[in-house]
């Protein structure tokens, strides 16, 4: 047969209206539900299609910023566990890569501090916390002692604390204790003699005078 | 317990001690005046002397300095530097202020109580009113004063003082 054949032309015709009376006859949803697309999936190795695919050069033709023109960047974020792939983030590794000094160089101090609102900031520091981590211990063994005294205006701390009275007070008060000691011992030897020799002379103390009238009655010295 | 001795005639002991610290304050302080006067004697007018050797001027002077030394501090204050380190005052016999010229008049029958091997002093010891010579004759007496603070006993005499005061007590009861 050739092309233009009256033959073939009706052939054609017949073949389109069986055509369309098998589809009009068969239950094209019912065959489609029918079928199990999940096993058809499964029999199909993606990877090796992956594999044979140049991703490349589909990537090179696609569109990409139409791609992400229709891309919701926020419900995709919503979506993203940040926790779980901070977990994942191996930080020391991280910030060995990052030269801080560059960094640092790069960061306007005095702009970045005038953007802090401190006392938002310190409204929001759980100072104890803080405290507690602090290995006090560490921290003090590190400070120069001598040099933070060598700032410390000692004298005026102790003139401010009152410690000169104190120590001028505490001398005192020792010096008047050890001069009573001395005392009492003296007084104590002028009894006992007093009373050895009185007894000798056949006297009784308590029948003496013990001191002048007048201090009897409570006068005088 | 301590017993309280304030203003109770003063003993043999503490009156001896603050006599010895008044003598030796006394003569530290004539001596060095006596230096400080030999300085100035040879630095000013050029007069050589020689403090060590003993002169009538310098014995008098000394003599004046301890009269005055006795008298002031007594009429002033009532007590000596040595007394009032010691805890003591002197008071006339009835427990007054003592007068200026009975301060004085102490002082100088002071060296009275010397004379004899000092048998002027005997009265603190045996006296009843533990008063010496020098005491008799101003009419002043010595008794505990220390100031803002109680005189006292030690505690084991005022433990002793007390259980003998009660045996003596107890004795007259049954006499």
Redo the contacts between chains.
């Keep these: 047969m050739t092309a233009g054949d009256p033959l073939q032309g009706r052939l054609g015709k017949l073949a389109n209206s069986i055509a369309a009376m098998v589809v009009q006859t068969l239950d094209l949803p019912g065959l489609v539900s029918e079928i199990d697309v999940a096993a058809i999936v499964d029999q199909i190795d993606i990877v090796e299609i992956m594999d044979q695919s140049d991703l490349d050069a589909i990537l090179q033709q696609a569109d990409m910023d139409a791609v992400l023109d229709n891309v919701d960047v926020d419900r995709l974020i919503s979506r993203v566990d940040v926790n779980a792939l901070l977990a994942e983030v191996d930080v020391n590794t991280l910030l060995d890569k990052v030269d801080v000094n560059a960094l640092l160089d790069r960061v306007e101090v005095d702009q970045l501090l005038l953007r802090v609102d401190i006392n938002a900031l310190l409204d929001r520091v759980d100072v104890e916390r803080v405290i507690n981590r602090v290995d006090v211990d560490q921290l003090i063994a590190q400070v120069d002692l001598n040099a933070v005294l060598e700032r410390v205006p000692v004298d005026e701390l102790a003139q401010r604390a009152g410690i000169p009275e104190i120590v001028q007070d505490s001398t005192s008060h020792m010096a008047?204790s050890f001069?009573?000691m001395?005392?009492?011992?003296?007084?104590?030897?002028?009894?006992?003699?007093?009373g050895v020799?009185?007894r000798v002379?056949g006297?009784?103390?308590?029948e003496?005078?013990?001191?002048?009238?007048?201090?009897?009655r409570g006068?005088?010295? | 317990m301590?017993q309280d001795?304030s203003?109770?005639?003063?003993?043999?002991?503490?009156r001896l001690?603050a006599h010895w610290v008044d003598i030796a304050l006394a003569g530290f302080m004539f001596v060095a005046g006596l230096v400080a006067f030999d300085y100035v004697l040879r630095t000013i007018a050029g007069v050589e002397t020689n403090v060590t050797e003993p002169s009538w001027v310098r014995g008098s002077a000394g003599a004046l300095w301890f009269l005055l030394y006795w008298w002031v501090c007594i009429g002033v204050a009532?007590k000596t530097p040595g007394k009032a380190?010691?805890?003591l005052?002197v008071?006339?016999?009835?427990?007054?202020?003592l007068s200026g010229w009975r301060a004085g008049l102490r002082a100088l029958s002071l060296p009275l109580s010397y004379l004899v091997f000092g048998i002027g002093f005997l009265g603190i010891?045996?006296g009843?009113?533990?008063r010496a010579l020098h005491d008799v004759i101003a009419g002043s007496?010595v008794?505990?004063?220390?100031g803002p603070?109680t005189?006292?006993?030690?505690t084991?005499?005022s433990a002793f003082?007390a259980r003998?005061?009660g045996a003596?007590?107890a004795e007259q009861e049954t006499q």
């Design positions: 008047a001069i009573d001395l005392r009492r011992i003296t007084v104590g030897l002028d009894h006992v003699i007093y020799v009185q002379l006297r009784k103390l308590h003496l005078p013990q001191r002048p009238h007048l201090l009897s006068e005088g010295a | 301590r001795v203003g109770n005639y003063a003993g043999p002991v503490t001690l009532g380190l010691l805890g005052r008071l006339s016999k009835d427990g007054e202020n010891l045996a009843r009113e533990r007496a008794v505990y004063d220390w603070r005189a006292e006993l030690p084991p005499i003082v003998r005061s003596d007590t």
